[in-house]
């Protein structure tokens, strides 16, 4: 069975940082992608970045120069360096990882939030 478990989510201050982490266990095979989506309360899941076993990512444009993704392929691991955080970036914070299968999975949510 295949898990990810997501950490590093909490409270901050605007303008502050946060690294989530995103650990993949079990029999997972052919990661391709591996990305980070949030969901806003009233909102719609959004991508936020993804990054693939290549190296190539894309970010949202509301997040680009704040946020860095980045993965380490020998533990199946995703993180989400954010910096500059805004109270709009408040969300529950989703891992997604998608195989060269098309089979997908997604962590249980990590909550940011961004407040004095």
């Known amino acids: 069975q295949v898990q990810l478990v997501e950490s590093g989510g909490g409270l901050v201050q605007p303008g502050g940082s946060l690294r989530l982490s995103c650990a993949a266990s079990?029999?997972?095979?052919?990661?391709?992608?591996m990305g980070w989506y949030r969901q806003a309360p009233g909102k719609q899941r959004e991508l936020v970045a993804n990054i693939f076993s290549d190296g190539i990512t894309n970010y949202a444009d509301s997040v680009k120069g704040r946020f860095t993704i980045s993965r380490d392929n020998a533990k199946n691991t995703v993180y989400l360096q954010m910096n500059s955080l805004k109270p709009e970036d408040t969300a529950v914070y989703y891992c997604?990882?998608?195989?060269?299968?098309?089979?997908?999975?997604w962590g249980q949510g990590t909550q940011v939030t961004v407040s004095t």
């Open positions: 997604r990882v998608a195989t060269s299968f098309s089979i997908i999975y």
């Open positions: 079990g029999s997972i095979f052919r990661i391709n992608a």
